[in-house]
């Protein structure tokens, strides 16, 4: 087998541990979820199509994130996730994002179509927060501030500039997955793709590193989520779950110093956050929307096509990404 792409031993049962845990008390946690009356408010939507396709989902449990972050996190820990700084501050990321979104969550049942934190306030503290886990993850690096290339497999080193682009890696990544999030099954499908990608793609910064436990743990939590989350759902991931579980990918993808990777085996996250940026701006600048509704799934879905229809064909967009990313790690 090549030395580009490896898949060890470890990673798969700890992938299959964290997959089976979160898939076996994935329907005790809903119902406790229901208990604690943690369900989906109801959203008045600015457009009457997507409106009416998303009728059907207030009143479903949400903040499901929790139980994927927990199983992930306790996978992680009997797995050797800790072993080293560079894990610990995985688990910064995760924890500290999630509870960036668990608090945005909690503030959405203030009332109907509550919105939760405002978006300055937000970026704010994931920016602060980004900075913090950036130098952290600098300061442990074996290499700090050294970055694979697509296009060369010397790679690159940037100094301490590495510390403000990796703290935008995290918060990019972690937006990106709470935007795709909007339909059943889609982010954690999208999420266990990539995250998966990371595994097969054997960075010399990741094998045997805790890095590679952290991307099992979390992209199996994430497989064994959609049993309960898959279309109809019975439980969403909430904000706590989506920018816990971004912030998640993107700190893995710096501890394989791998972040530029993103752009082809996260593809479909690039593509749901630059939707969003290209309407905003063509809404403000000149007046005019570009897509029917953003983020990008709902253009398609106002557009007619089915959501569990749409929700696959956007998981086989991100693998032929990330079969494209592989492809051109090899042939570099």
């Given at each position: 087998?090549?030395?580009?792409?490896?898949?060890?031993?470890?990673?798969?049962?700890?992938?299959?541990?964290?997959?089976?845990?979160?898939?076996?008390?994935?329907?005790?946690?809903?119902?406790?979820?229901?208990?604690?009356?943690?369900?989906q408010p109801e959203r008045h939507e600015d457009c009457p199509s997507l409106q009416k396709t998303q009728a059907g989902k207030s009143g479903t449990p949400t903040m499901g994130g929790l139980l994927v972050l927990g199983v992930a996190v306790?996978?992680?820990?009997?797995?050797?996730?800790?072993?080293?700084?560079?894990?610990?501050?995985?688990f910064a990321a995760v924890a500290g994002f999630g509870a960036i979104g668990w608090i945005d969550d909690l503030l959405k049942f203030r009332g109907p179509n509550g919105r939760g934190l405002r978006t300055w306030p937000?970026?704010?503290?994931?920016?602060?927060?980004?900075?913090?886990?950036?130098?952290?993850?600098?300061?442990?690096?074996?290499?700090?501030?050294?970055?694979?290339?697509?296009?060369?497999?010397?790679?690159?080193?940037?100094?301490?500039?590495?510390i403000p682009f990796a703290?935008?890696?995290?918060?990019?990544a972690s937006h990106a997955v709470n935007l795709t999030d909007g339909m059943d099954g889609l982010a954690a499908g999208c999420l266990v793709v990539t995250l998966s990608a990371f595994l097969l793609g054997g960075f010399a910064a990741f094998r045997g590193?805790?890095?590679?436990?952290?991307?099992?743990?979390?992209?199996?939590?994430?497989?064994?989520?959609l049993w309960i989350n898959s279309y109809p759902a019975s439980v969403f991931l909430g904000d706590v779950g989506a920018i816990g579980l971004g912030a998640g990918l993107g700190a893995v993808s710096l501890a394989a110093e791998a972040p530029l990777?993103?752009?082809?085996?996260?593809?479909?996250?690039?593509?749901?956050?630059?939707?969003v940026m290209a309407q905003?701006?063509?809404?403000?600048?000149?007046?005019?929307?570009?897509?029917?509704?953003?983020?990008?799934?709902?253009?398609?879905?106002?557009?007619?096509?089915?959501?569990?229809?749409?929700?696959?064909?956007?998981?086989?967009?991100n693998l032929a990404l990330v079969l494209a990313g592989l492809a051109l790690k090899e042939m570099r």
């Open positions: 087998m090549s030395a580009t792409i490896q898949l060890f031993g470890r990673e798969c049962l700890i992938f299959l541990a964290s997959s089976a845990v979160c898939a076996a008390a994935g329907p005790s946690f809903v119902r406790w979820l229901r208990g604690a009356r943690w369900l306790a996978v992680a820990a009997f797995s050797g996730g800790f072993s080293s700084r560079s894990g610990w501050m995985i937000k970026l704010v503290a994931s920016f602060g927060l980004g900075i913090v886990l950036a130098w952290g993850l600098y300061a442990c690096a074996d290499r700090p501030g050294h970055m694979d290339l697509p296009w060369d497999e010397r790679g690159m080193s940037v100094g301490a500039a590495w703290a935008l890696v995290m918060v990019g590193s805790p890095a590679a436990v952290w991307a099992a743990a979390l992209a199996g939590a994430c497989a064994g989520f990777w993103l752009l082809l085996l996260g593809g479909i996250f690039v593509a749901e956050a630059l939707s905003v701006a063509s809404f403000k600048w000149f007046g005019r929307r570009i897509f029917r509704v953003a983020p990008l799934h709902h253009h398609f879905q106002v557009g007619g096509i089915p959501e569990p229809k749409l929700v696959v064909r956007f998981w086989l967009a």
